[in-house]
């Protein structure tokens, strides 16, 4: 715990000396100075709702706990990207327990069931997860050995595809009426599959969503807004296990660092925060998917997208 500032107390009588000597007291209060354990459990769920909700909007979680993390933890940009691929411990949990059947169905397969659907899913699995981390973890690497990355383009380019997402599942709707149905899983072809693994490997560089991206490639797909987001999720599950082992094996003293500015009852609550708010997201996004409103909720998800990135334009990040 870090030693309180030794100030000096003014006289009784001298009202301005006791203003200044309030402030002072104050502001090293939310610095940490004083009862630091409060401010990093403070610091904690506030990373934590961050990890839980940028990480299923196309705003990209790393991104924002890059940014919130560098201001509250005083992290270094190499740090603070790996504490934001470290934060997805909390959202990875969320969705093992959301996506438990789907789970129990790639586990089945492996035991040998000759299920064509489950089997499927397997394939899916593993074709997108292969293709990721070939993608995914030399972009890591780069990532990581760089001071900084302009973050604002790719969340642009992220936005104006779901507004176009949101044309275009208004579109496939019309085409449902002519008998030109979207696609589900069972429809998916290894060349969608390995398009879904490429820009999930392309998600790993700071400013890209990998909910966002991956999403808004099934719906270019002509894939069901609900399935796509379905989907999305669980490859997701097996990208962030992946980037967790990278993590820890590739930069494990970022790792300490970040860890050591948090504490480990801090990172515990960050994680529990994330995954509570993530069950409730994770629910309502494919909830809504699966209706007519799903145009509405991609064209206010690339907005959130377009705003986000100018903003970091604008401060230069």
């Given at each position: 715990m870090d030693r309180a500032p030794d100030f000096k107390k003014p006289?009784?009588?001298?009202?301005?000396a006791k203003s200044l000597y309030v402030y002072q007291v104050f502001f090293s209060f939310l610095s940490g100075s004083i009862m630091s354990p409060l401010i990093q459990w403070l610091y904690a769920?506030?990373?934590g709702i961050i990890q839980g909700v940028s990480e299923w909007l196309p705003i990209s979680s790393k991104t924002q706990i890059i940014v919130a993390s560098t201001y509250l933890l005083k992290l270094t940009f190499q740090q603070a990207y790996t504490f934001g691929l470290f934060m997805e411990i909390g959202t990875l949990t969320a969705a093992i327990i959301y996506f438990r059947k789907e789970l129990l169905e790639l586990v089945q397969v492996l035991l040998g069931s000759k299920d064509k659907t489950k089997r499927k899913l397997l394939a899916y699995v593993v074709v997108v997860t292969i293709i990721t981390g070939a993608i995914g973890a030399p972009l890591y690497l780069i990532a990581d050995s760089i001071t900084g990355i302009a973050v604002g383009i790719?969340?642009?380019?992220?936005?104006?595809?779901?507004l176009?997402?949101?044309?275009?599942?208004?579109?496939s709707k019309k085409r449902q009426k002519q008998g030109i149905t979207p696609k589900k899983l069972e429809n998916l072809t290894l060349k969608?599959?390995?398009?879904?693994?490429?820009?999930?490997?392309?998600?790993?560089?700071?400013?890209?969503?990998?909910?966002?991206?991956?999403?808004?490639?099934?719906?270019?797909?002509?894939?069901?807004?609900?399935?796509?987001?379905?989907?999305?999720?669980i490859a997701g599950i097996f990208a962030s296990l992946a980037a967790f082992g990278l993590t820890l094996i590739a930069t494990e003293p970022n790792v300490s660092a970040s860890i050591a500015?948090?504490?480990?009852?801090?990172?515990?609550?960050?994680?529990?925060?994330?995954?509570i708010i993530s069950l409730f997201l994770i629910d309502f996004l494919i909830k809504v998917a699966g209706k007519q409103k799903i145009i509405y909720l991609t064209a206010a998800l690339g907005t959130i997208a377009i705003a986000s990135g100018m903003l970091y334009l604008a401060l230069g990040i």
């Open positions: 006289c009784e009588n001298d009202l301005i769920i506030i990373l790719p969340m642009l380019i992220i936005g104006f595809v779901l176009a997402d949101a044309a275009l599942i208004r579109y969608d599959y390995l398009l879904v693994g490429i820009t999930q490997g392309i998600s790993a560089l700071p400013g890209i969503s990998r909910s966002g991206i991956t999403t808004s490639t099934m719906l270019l797909l002509n894939v069901e807004p609900d399935e796509a987001f379905r989907l999305s999720f500015k948090i504490g480990l009852t801090g990172l515990a609550i960050a994680i529990i925060t994330s995954t």
